[in-house]
């Protein structure tokens, strides 16, 4: 049985549909990622499936448990990072985990023991009697996360956990998480813009876009359904019909002065393309990528609005608000 | 049935950890607020020095001087404000969206909103004891002549106040529950506690009214707070202590239930 299952899930915000009829599986002790652009909904769903949000129709199974029918139950199931800084900056870093603890009604030595094991984890042990007012938007970020792992939920939602931080830290967290699932008992569920990530971490993958799951399944056979290398060509006055009439060619898509396209054994056959194409200014082969599977289902790349103004900037906005 | 009503003890020691845990969060913050600390006792001096010995010069009460008569009417005044004005603190709470983190904890409604007045209860008393030995002290130097405070009279103003602030904590909270901005609560909260304040008779006698005036004064449910009080610290009151603390101990209970449902309502 799934530990995460919806049912025609959907969400809107006075007429605007964030989420239009989700149905996604995530089995037991997966980490699973949500894979979309800015907007795409990967917030709705995870808020709704942790109970912040009701949805407008449909429904979710967390943990066996209802989402709109036995919140409760549902909350006592799970952890989560949210994607905005929700910590309180008036307390220290050590505070902000001793309440947490104390809302998941710790045993004291148990709390103790493990604020020092997520302290040590990111990095923050010699700052945590600071108060977070003084963190930098990175160190707030990897204390929210240590707050989230701290209580060993059943089922771990990440909101883009890694936004922001630097490359070190970014691993350090991934190897962390890669730990816990390895233990066994934990289901994680990860939003995020780095296809990095997802082919590092997650052993499925929902691809979301404007609200509906346009592909669900392993990464490795998301890339198969490209059906071949990606070739990409920037060409001043291509010659697609020529292009096109290459059996080997599967598929042909132009998007800003760059040609791309899908072709079997690209290496064995770039001559011949170059050779009909014209004047080729550079040339690239890859082997598919989840942009290119984006891409190929959405038409659009997923990087197309830049995802890295995301956390430090919603940081400082939130400190000009104050 | 013995693991029924061992599942019933985790839930309801889980509850009281979260009512723990919230209070100990409002502690921290007001702890390390001093402005606000400072503050909360400086203006009710102010009121009571500046304004009640200015009147006191020329008006007696009954046999009673001005200022002493209007002390209890100020600890109700500083108890009012800090009490409602906590409500602020859960649109803070929203805004910074650390409301987030405390919705998604597994632990009820109730639970977070009784670790909220708790929490508010707490500043407002320690508040209310800083302002009680203060008048103690006042008393004694005979700078408010007539006040003799001792401890039965601080015990049972703590219980008095105890009642007020919890309902005008809840009050406070009910408003800031349904607010966006803190603007919006403060324009709210200054329509409300003004004719509270000033229909309460904490700084005249309510038994010479006009009869418009007195049932207005009536309904104030803060009439009875200061009149309880004043029946504490003085020996003299309008009504019966027992009519007092019914009205005020019933009051709180109404709003307190009120307050759980505006919660169980309260978005993100
Ligand atoms: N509180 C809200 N009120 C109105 N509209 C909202 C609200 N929250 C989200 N939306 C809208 O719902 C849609 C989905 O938003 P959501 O935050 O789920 O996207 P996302 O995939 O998390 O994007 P991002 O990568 O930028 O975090 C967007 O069109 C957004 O404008
Ligand atoms: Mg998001």
Known sequence: MPVIETYELRKEYDGLVALESLNLQVEKGEIFGLLGPN??????TLMTLTTLIKPTRGTASVNGFDIVKQPSQVRKSIGIVFQDPSSDDILTGYENLKLHGMLYSMP??????RIREVLELVDLADRKDDMVKKYSGGMRRRLEIARGLMHRPKILFLDEPTLGLDPQSRENIWKYIEDLSRQGQMSIIITTHYMEEVDRLCSRLAIIDKGVVVAMDTPASLKKIIGGEVVVMKINNPDVEAVRELNFVKKIEIKNELVYLTVEDAGQNLQQILHVAGKVDSVEIHSPTLNDVFLHFTGREIRENSPEGGWGQRVMNLRSKK | MGAKSNELKVKEMSELNGIAAIWYREIKVFLREKSRIVASIVNPILWLLIFGGGLGASISISGINYQTFIYPGILIQAVLFSSIFFGVYIVWDRKIDFLKEVLVAPISRTSIFIGKIIGGATDSLIQSLILLFIGLILGKLGVIPGLHLGFIEIVTSLVVLFFTTTSMVSIGLIIGSRMESPEGFQLITSFLLFPIFFLSGALFPINKLPVWLASLTFIDPL??????????????????????LCVITGFSIVVIIIGTFAFEKMKV
Not at chain 1, 108 to 113: G, M, Q, V, Y
Not at chain 2, 223 to 244: E, H, K, P, W
């Open chain 1, 39 to 44: 907007g795409a909904g990967k917030t709705t």
């Open chain 1, 108 to 113: 004291a030595s148990l709390r103790e023991e």
């Open chain 2, 223 to 244: 009439t009875y707070s200061v009149d309880g009080l004043r029946s504490v610290i003085l020996g003299a009151s309008q009504f019966n202590l027992a009519l007092d």
